[in-house]
Each structure stands twice: as structure tokens, then as C-alpha cells.
């Protein structure tokens, strides 16, 4: 196929909003439109991992992940963590496990806030956030109001995906956050707080990776092409426009319209950097010609960091967990084998101590405030630590800091194009994400080891590393800060590196440039509830819907 040198649209990053931009582009301009997407990772097809839910654990480290490395980072005692990211067609919907989690809906409520749009509310996306979804009409979940029905991504919660898949925790987990007063909630109804069934996007226990749900029909694409950056015209007196890009091997394409990056929240402000857009002192640091003084870009990293934890059984032999005998049949790993998802707030004097502690006078954000939820708990039925045997002993679990307050920052290690960027993500550093992670965790103790279902069940928890102490209810706070810093760890949703309002205005282009827009989840203003996937699809079908000229489904329905 011959190399393209000029097409009307590109779009750079093949990932999950990549795919489903170019995807929407190509329905939506027809033919006569030339979009051509570049993935600068290989076309996963034919991959067994990528399809089978537990073997995706198999694809972290591997040819399909960049696997960045952080810097050593010294609130958690100068680890380095790896940062997976999809380097594949299809990007993260490729590695993820498949959680369909929005935000709660004063999180969108924030981001509109900050960017002064209310397109940006939860209900200014939720017609978007509809339009990526095929929701099973069967769940008991499928609200026609909150959910929609003829998207390429099929939702389910796990009681409506088989009629098989009966973990027999459900009804025992449910009724121990019961005894601690957790009532359930909808999911995905922009209602975090309480107990709401996991959502999930396997089909029948198959990936549905953006390539594939979204189609790409239409598209030019072109695997295993990495981008060193974005060439701009640069005319006397006008703005700089976005006219091509410069790949790696040296070759250029031009673009006659606009040029779209997708390639994440931690690819994408390295390549900004790399064009010239960004901190002025730190393109100089490395002699890249300035495009625009942008100071926004690569600062207001953030991620869901977490705690997790694996539990031993009081009595394994009742066929509880997966790897016994009794869970054999196939439709037990047809998905991530877990049932519910519990968000819960930080009590008023914890959020009131540790908001003082911070110092924080200008919450921007609206992290801080009252009512809204602070941590994720998930109780899974499956241990995924290394050594353990799979017999049936053991269930694991998270608990995930949903609003985090520390923020970290992504740059360039040189002007080289194949150095990975530096990371600094400067995880649990504040008093507020301090206070919220140890408040989680205590609470799924007390749900595990002080409840009397979670004291029928659980034998104690299992400490990670030989000689360290297990947590328990009489562990201090300093005990559980401790293990935190020891063993915590992101669920891998970095994203704010470019964010609207910042970097990137409501109809996501990129200040002080014409003719470049960004469509990842590095535009996040502020941190979201949930799991990305399903804001991320929202998002590139905004994107795609601006790009195209429609008029907003938001704005629409108050013309109504």
C-alpha cells in the first residue's frame, strides 16, 4: 500500500479514543474525506492474551505496553513503578480488564466548573456517554434515561452476563457492607456513593477492543509508525498552524484540516514537548524551538492510586473463591470475577482535618467538599499475587483512592523522540489522599474481619511481603500509611497532563495553535470517580461530533 503523504485528518495514537475518532470522522464526512490514524505499536490480532480475560494480566510488560518507568518517588519510599500503556491498535482497551465505571456526577460537574462550559457536566456528556454504549437491555441496570442502547461497546453487570456466572460471595459480600450501612445504588446512573453492581464491556468473555467495537471503516491506518512530533507553519504575526507530522524515521505527513492527538495522558505532553508546545524553560533545557509558551503542559498528573490486598479464606473448602473444584466451569472467568464496586466519602471531621492539614485555601477543584466519594473498594474472588496457590483459598482486593489531591508531572528526558518520558507522579503526598486511602482501607477491614458475615469468611488478611505484619483492626494509622508506601500502586489511569481549560480549550484545541486538537485522557482538568474507559469514549464521540461541525446534543436539548 502506498505510503500516504497528505490526507485531511490525522490522527496520531491508535488507542481507545483514537479509534473511536477516526472511526466517527470517517462515518461522518464519507468518502470524499481522506483519515488516516497512526499507531506507533503493532496490530494485535491474532494475540490469544488479548481476547481472554485472565490472560490480559500476561499482557503488562510485554511488546504490546510501553511500560514506562517513573523516577524513584519519594513519597512512597523513592519506588519506581512501572506505568503500563497500550503500544498497540486499540491502545488500553487492549490491556485494561474492562470496567465500565463513570464518574459520579458532581465529579463532571467540577470539570465544567473549571472550564466555564457546562458541556462539560455530567449531563452535558451524558448523551455522548449513551451514544459509545450497547447496553444488555436484560440488566436490571438498563435505565433508558442514563444508559444507551445502540453504541459498538456492549455493557453488562455480571448477574445478566451468564446465566452461570453465580459467584457464590455475591449475596454474602453484599450483606456485609450491609452491616456497615452501605445501601446499593444503580451503577452507572452518576450516583457513586454506596454499592452498585460491576459494569463490565467483555462480551461473552471477549475483549472488545476500540479497533474492533468501533470498526475503523473508512480509515487509513497504519501500525508500527512512531511519531517524533507535529510540524507547525509559523507565519509572521499569525498563529502557528498545525500542518503535519514528522515521523520517527524522518518521513512527513501533511494534513490539509487538523492534526488530533490520542496517544495518552503520558505520550502526549512528552509529544506537545517535543513540537515546541509547552514550558518555555523546559524546551530550552533541551534546545527545542519554542512553538507556545504553554506552562500547562505535562504538570497536573494524576492517577488512581491504590491499595491492594489479598485475604485468606476461613473456609476454603465451602468453594468460595476461584480455583476450586466447585467455580470450574467456564463461565466463571468470562470476565473479572468480582460483583460489586463500594464508593464511599471520607467522613466530615477526616475531610475537614486532613483539608486543614493541606493548607489548601483555593480548592479549585472541588476536592475538598463534602459529599463527594473519596475511595473505591472491589472484592475480588481470585488472587492475582504471584507464589499464591490457586486453590481456592484466597480472594483479593482494591481500594482505590478516587479523588486524589497529589499532583505529579510528565517532561522530556532529551529531544530524542525514543526516550521515554519522565515520570513523577508524586503519589500520596497529601494529607487529604493520606487520610481517604486509610479510611478505605479500614473499611473494607471492618467489612472482612469486624462484620459477622466478613468474620464467617475471612481467615486474616495476608501480608505481601515475608516478616511484615498483617492489617487488622487494631492497626494504626501510621501501620497502614506504612504499608501503603511499601506496596500501594496506580490502577494505571494516569491522565490531567493537558488539561481543558489549560491546555486545551472546551472544544479540546490546543490553545495559542491552530489546526490541533487533543482526544485522550490527558485532558482531564481534574480527577474522576469510576474507570476512564467509559469517559473516554464520551469524550472522542464529543470530539468527533465538534470536529464534524454537529451541533451539541447538549445544547440541542436545551433548545428543546
Not at 473505591?376 to 481500594?399: C, K, R
Not at 494504626?476 to 500502586?489: D, K, Q
Not at 482526544?519 to 464520551?538: E, K, M, N, R, V
Request: charged fraction near 20%.
Amino acid at each position: 500500500m502506498e505510503f500516504p503523504t497528505i490526507v485531511d485528518y490525522i490522527v496520531v495514537g491508535g488507542g481507545l479514543t483514537g479509534c473511536a475518532v477516526a472511526t466517527r470522522l470517517a462515518e461522518r464526512l464519507g468518502p470524499s474525506v481522506s483519515v488516516l490514524l497512526v499507531e506507533a505499536g503493532p496490530d494485535p490480532s491474532g494475540n490469544p492474551n488479548t481476547t481472554t480475560p485472565m490472560a490480559g494480566f500476561a499482557l503488562e510488560g510485554s511488546e504490546l505496553d510501553w511500560s514506562y518507568p517513573s523516577s524513584p518517588i519519594p513519597t512512597i519510599g523513592d519506588r519506581v513503578l512501572k506505568n503500563p500503556a497500550g503500544k498497540t491498535l486499540g491502545g488500553g482497551s487492549v490491556l485494561n480488564y474492562g470496567g465500565w465505571a463513570r464518574g459520579d456526577a458532581s465529579d463532571y460537574d467540577a470539570w465544567a466548573k473549571i472550564v466555564g462550559d457546562e458541556r462539560w457536566s455530567y449531563d452535558g456528556l451524558l448523551p455522548y456517554m449513551k451514544r459509545s454504549e450497547k447496553f444488555n437491555k436484560l440488566d436490571a441496570n438498563a435505565n433508558p434515561q442514563q444508559h444507551g442502547f445502540d453504541g459498538p461497546i456492549k455493557v453488562t453487570g455480571i448477574s445478566a452476563s451468564d446465566p452461570k456466572r453465580r459467584y457464590p460471595l455475591r449475596e454474602p459480600i453484599q450483606k456485609a457492607w450491609a452491616e456497615l450501612g452501605i445501601e446499593r445504588v444503580p451503577s452507572g446512573s452518576g450516583k457513586l456513593a454506596g454499592l452498585s453492581e460491576f459494569l463490565e464491556t467483555w462480551d461473552n468473555g471477549i475483549r472488545q477492543p476500540a479497533h474492533l467495537a468501533y470498526g475503523l471503516a473508512g480509515v487509513d491506518v497504519r501500525t508500527e509508525i512512531a511519531v517524533h512530533k507535529v510540524l507547525f507553519e509559523s507565519l509572521s504575526g499569525k498563529t502557528p498552524r498545525a500542518t503535519g507530522i514528522l515521523l520517527v524515521d524522518g518521513r512527513q505527513i501533511q494534513a490539509r484540516k487538523e492534526i488530533i492527538l490520542a496517544t495518552g495522558a503520558l505520550r502526549t505532553p512528552q509529544l506537545l514537548q517535543l513540537s515546541g508546545v509547552g514550558p518555555a524553560a523546559a524546551l530550552a533545557r533541551h534546545s527545542i524551538p519554542l512553538i507556545y509558551d504553554s506552562p500547562g503542559v505535562g504538570t497536573n498528573l494524576f492517577d488512581h492510586f491504590a491499595l491492594f490486598q489479598v485475604f485468606q479464606l476461613r473456609h476454603p473448602e465451602r468453594g468460595l473463591a476461584l480455583g476450586h473444584p466447585a467455580l470450574a466451569d467456564p463461565a466463571f472467568v468470562k470476565g473479572l470475577p468480582v460483583d460489586w464496586v463500594v464508593n464511599e466519602a471520607l467522613t466530615p471531621s477526616l475531610l475537614k482535618q486532613a483539608v486543614a492539614e493541606d493548607g489548601d485555601s483555593d480548592d479549585t477543584q472541588g476536592l475538598g467538599k463534602t459529599g463527594r466519594t473519596h475511595a473505591e473498594t472491589m472484592i475480588l474472588y481470585i488472587p492475582y499475587v504471584p507464589g499464591l496457590p490457586f486453590n481456592g483459598t484466597y480472594i483479593a482486593t482494591s481500594v482505590m483512592l478516587t479523588l486524589p489531591t497529589s499532583r505529579g508531572t510528565v517532561g522530556l528526558a532529551s529531544a530524542s523522540p525514543t526516550d521515554p518520558p519522565v515520570i513523577e507522579p508524586n503519589y500520596f503526598a497529601t494529607a487529604m489522599d493520606r487520610a481517604a486511602l486509610v479510611h478505605g482501607a479500614r473499611r473494607l477491614l471492618q467489612c472482612l474481619t469486624g462484620t459477622t458475615v466478613g468474620q464467617d469468611l475471612v481467615e486474616t488478611e495476608v501480608a505481601p511481603v515475608p516478616g511484615m505484619k498483617p492489617l487488622t483492626l487494631e492497626s494504626s494509622t501510621e501501620e497502614i500509611e506504612e504499608r501503603i508506601r511499601a506496596v500501594g500502586s496506580p490502577h494505571f489511569h494516569a491522565a490531567g497532563t493537558c488539561a481543558l481549560g489549560s491546555v486545551v480549550d472546551a472544544e479540546l484545541r490546543v490553545k495559542g495553535v491552530e489546526g490541533l486538537r487533543i482526544t485522550d485522557a490527558s485532558i482531564f482538568p481534574a480527577p474522576l470517580g469510576g474507570h476512564p474507559q467509559a469517559t473516554l469514549y464520551a469524550i472522542a464521540e464529543r470530539a468527533a461530533a465538534i470536529i464534524a461541525g454537529e451541533k451539541d446534543e447538549f445544547e440541542k436539548a436545551g433548545e428543546v
